[in-house]
T-cell receptor, first 116, second 113 residues
Framework: AQKVTQAQTEISVVEKEDVTLDCVYETRDTTYYLFWYKQPPSGELVFLIRRNSFDEQNEISGRYSWNFQKSTSSFNFTITASQVVDSAVYFCALSEASGANSKLTFGKGITLSVRP | DAGVTQSPTHLIKTRGQQVTLRCSPKSGHDTVSWYQQALGQGPQFIFQYYEEEERQRGNFPDRFSGHQFPNYSSELNVNALLLGDSALYLC????????????FGPGTRLTVL
């Protein structure tokens, strides 16, 4: 069975600080996808990134970067120079490639508060 | 390009009643998945529909049922509501391809009294 653990529940930082959100996953599959979603107070889940299990290259998109390490089953998310608009709940999710469009298994989420 | 839409936004029901939630997928998408998100938790997969058939199902009782229409829109029905069914219900749409990204709608907040 697949599982996603987000051990941090709440993080509070001051604007312009860097912050890293941790994600550890468990799966028996060798082929799988990992995702990060952002959920602002409005409730809608906003897609941030998708990585497949064969691509361990780190990715950077503006102030966001992701570090994927299969050896430790981790897919961590770093926000550089955080801003108040980054305040939200962040979810890491896993999809096993057992068939077309497999279900997403989510972690419990990390509430990030960025103070001005 | 319209994203995923859901209706209604909020709903209040009493125990034992039945409810129907609706979802229209993102333009061009043919697969719809439903998730339940309890307060303070991550979304939990309910089921997925493709070609008007339920293709996958999570660990939810038969009180939860769904339907997909020829235009790919979908409904989630919950019978005999329990207090524990109070949650945010999220619909996600995607293309029927290998682990395609699922895009979520704004959700329906269901409160059962």
């Amino acid at each position: 069975a697949q599982k996603v653990t987000q051990a941090q529940t709440e993080i509070s930082v001051v604007e312009k600080e860097d912050v890293t959100l941790d994600c550890v996953y468990e799966t028996r599959d060798t082929t799988y996808y990992l995702f990060w979603y952002k959920q602002p107070p409005s409730g809608e889940l906003v897609f941030l990134i998708r990585r497949n299990s064969f691509d361990e290259q780190n990715e950077i998109s503006g102030r966001y970067s992701w570090n994927f390490q299969k050896s430790t089953s981790s897919f961590n998310f770093t926000i550089t120079a955080s801003q108040v608009v980054d305040s939200a709940v962040y979810f890491c999710a896993l999809s096993e490639a057992s068939g077309a469009n497999s279900k997403l298994t989510f972690g419990k989420g990390i509430t990030l508060s960025v103070r001005p | 390009d319209a994203g995923v839409t859901q209706s209604p936004t909020h709903l209040i029901k009493t125990r034992g009643q039945q409810v129907t939630l609706r979802c229209s997928p993102k333009s061009g998408h043919d697969t719809v998945s439903w998730y339940q998100q309890a307060l303070g938790q991550g979304p939990q997969f309910i089921f997925q529909y493709y070609e008007e058939e339920e293709r996958q199902r999570g660990n939810f009782p038969d009180r939860f049922s769904g339907h997909q229409f020829p235009n790919y829109s979908s409904e989630l029905n919950v019978n005999a509501l329990l207090l524990g069914d109070s949650a945010l219900y999220l619909c996600a749409s995607s293309l029927d391809s290998w682990a395609d990204t699922q895009y979520f709608g704004p959700g329906t907040r269901l409160t059962v009294l």
